[in-house]
């Protein structure tokens, strides 16, 4: 699938209805997740692969990797009513993806590839956490997830003590519209790194073939 038409499916989901703060339910922009689900596309993390999307809200990224050929795509979700959602943007996408509503801790399920968009704890410090040790705990391979650039150092340090390296980071554009009652301005660009991390003994390169 051509990034284009990947780009127009994912954007035609549905969105978040009430989105909550106290979850930062704040949609990933269609570009950021076209971006990450091309960079595990090429490094063949997704199709064929068993997937796990941590904290999948309305799904964008589970869907857009069942649609890229992932063999099996697994959406973790706290939230019953996004989870509502996702199963219908996954029905009109015509995507195969299994719902696990749960928060991500306790989840052990291992699969090749983990795909997230944590939150970024701006409501709640330390939210993202949870995600990550999960994420390092089942990934048999990569994984691909955001984050704010303000937690490179973290990021970084959970990697080396669960004996998996930094991939690669690269900036992606990342435009947060008005979307809580708290917020000031109609629209607001942050700083936001896609991750990469790899298992220590796999090549640092993600678009080196598997």
């Known amino acids: 699938m051509k990034a284009s038409d990947l780009t127009k499916r994912l954007a035609a989901l549905e969105g ?6 106290a979850l930062e339910q704040v949609a990933t922009p269609t570009s950021a997740a076209v971006t990450l689900l091309g960079r595990a ?7 064929g692969r068993s ?12 869907i857009g990797a069942a649609l890229l050929g992932a063999e099996r795509v697994v959406a973790v979700e706290s939230d019953a009513a996004a989870i509502d959602i996702a199963r219908r943007n996954a029905t009109s996408a015509s995507a195969s993806v299994t719902f696990v509503h749960r928060s991500v801790d306790g989840f052990r ?6 795909v997230m968009n944590p939150p970024f704890g701006a409501q ?10 999960t994420a390092l705990d089942i990934a048999r391979g990569r994984v691909y997830a955001f984050a704010l650039s303000s937690s490179r150092t973290f990021i970084a340090r959970r ?20 979307t809580f009652p708290h917020h ?15 298992p220590a003994e796999r090549n640092d390169d993600p678009d080196a073939p598997s």
């Open 16 to 21: 978040f209805a009430a989105p909550d703060p």
């Open 41 to 47: 596309l090429g490094a063949g993390d997704l199709a």
């Open 51 to 62: 997937v796990a999307d941590l904290g999948a809200g309305t799904g964008l990224l589970a």
């Open 109 to 114: 399920d291992p699969v090749d590839t983990v």
């Open 124 to 133: 709640r410090r330390h939210a993202d956490r949870p995600f990550w040790e």
């Open 159 to 178: 990697a080396v003590a669960r004996r998996a390296r930094v991939a690669s980071t690269e900036r992606v554009p990342w435009e947060l519209p008005y």
């Open 184 to 198: 000031r301005k109609r629209r607001v660009d942050l700083p936001v790194d896609l991750w990469v991390i790899a």
